[in-house]
């Protein structure tokens, strides 16, 4: 499976960003999705996900209520719309595929462990 994560750039504080991650090789349909993100210096860390059917959604605390997760299955794609951007989401931000077909659960989603599959990252920049 090969993840294509595109839509990076820079943007204004307070500005919005949507980022696409194209999915080849597999479909897409029956797994999971996540966006994780490493900033300057810092470990990755979870974003947000979303589960196969696309019913279910998680966020990280910082993100919640400015990010949204979605997926068309239809073309194989998951984005990450970014609302209200802080210089502090100022990172390289990923796409993942989780390696647990068909599940729903919140257990894991969070963890990088439970992805198997990861795209190159598309750099995100937020000017103060």
């Known amino acids: 499976v090969q993840l294509q994560a595109s839509g990076g750039g820079l943007v204004q504080a307070g500005g919005y960003l949507r980022l696409s991650c194209a999915v080849s090789r597999r479909t897409v349909s029956g797994y999971g999705m996540g966006w994780f993100r490493q900033a300057p210096g810092k470990e990755r860390e979870f974003v947000a996900a979303i589960d196969w059917s696309g019913r279910r959604t998680y966020y990280a605390d910082s993100v919640k209520g400015r990010f949204t997760i979605s997926r068309d299955n239809a073309k194989n794609t998951v984005y990450l719309q970014m609302n209200s951007l802080k210089p502090e989401d100022t990172a390289v931000y990923y796409c993942?595929?989780?390696?647990?077909?068909?599940?729903?659960?919140?257990?894991?989603?969070?963890?990088?462990?439970?992805?198997?599959?990861w795209g190159q990252g598309t750099q995100v920049t937020v000017s103060s």
């Open positions: 993942a595929a989780d390696a647990r077909p068909y599940y729903s659960g919140s257990n894991g989603v969070s963890s990088e462990s439970q992805y198997d599959s």
